[in-house]
């Protein structure tokens, strides 16, 4: 499966194409869409709909993966991020892409294994978990959208792990064992 993964700002936009299963990750493109300083928004905003289109048009993801909005201390960056979100999600809609969302925590729990892991682990992490080579230039946007890519493709084993675990315990159940509570 092909996963681009988005980091919304409106002066920076990341974005990142994964493709491939947990343990087999094959890094696609990675870059970002840039608008203009001084720039009204909704030009902004269209900058960034029309670059997201662009890259869903020529590298044909098969699933869309967003970070999921947080509290934010300054109320209009809080609002700004929520709008380049909702363009992102319209580009996933108009062409029919499936979308999904994670908190930033599950994102780098996903790929640093540690929920409060700083930029610089995350990239870190991305580059390894991609085979990036260390000269190959990363924006930290576009480390962030790949990361949000590779947390999508590793929930794919999340029915797998649920599965063997619950497998002994129905075994355990049905051989009538009891489990006392402390």
Do not use: W
Not at 68 to 75: D, G, K, P, T
Not at 92 to 111: D, F, I, M, S, T
Request: hydrophobic share 50%.
């Amino acid at each position: 499966m092909r996963v681009l993964g988005v980091d919304p700002g409106s002066a920076v936009t990341g974005f990142g194409i994964v493709e491939g299963a947990p343990g087999h990750f094959q890094f696609i493109t990675a870059g970002t869409i840039r608008t203009r300083p001084g720039e009204p928004m909704p030009e902004r905003l269209r900058t960034i709909h029309h670059g997201l289109l662009d890259v869903i048009g020529e590298f044909a993801p098969a699933a869309v993966s967003l970070e999921r909005s947080f509290v934010a201390r300054n109320i209009q960056s809080a609002f700004r991020i929520g709008e380049v979100r909702a363009v992102a999600m319209l580009a996933a809609a108009q062409r029919g892409l499936p979308l999904y969302e994670y908190p930033p925590n599950a994102v780098k729990l996903a790929v640093a294994a540690f929920g409060h892991a700083d930029k610089a682990q995350v990239k870190f992490m991305v580059r390894r978990t991609l085979a990036l080579p260390p000269d190959f230039e990363l924006a930290d946007d576009a480390s962030d959208a790949l990361a949000l890519a590779v947390c999508h493709l590793g929930r794919a084993r999340a029915p797998r792990i649920s599965a063997a675990v619950e497998r002994p315990a129905r075994a355990v159940a049905a051989r009538g064992a009891r489990i006392r509570k402390p």
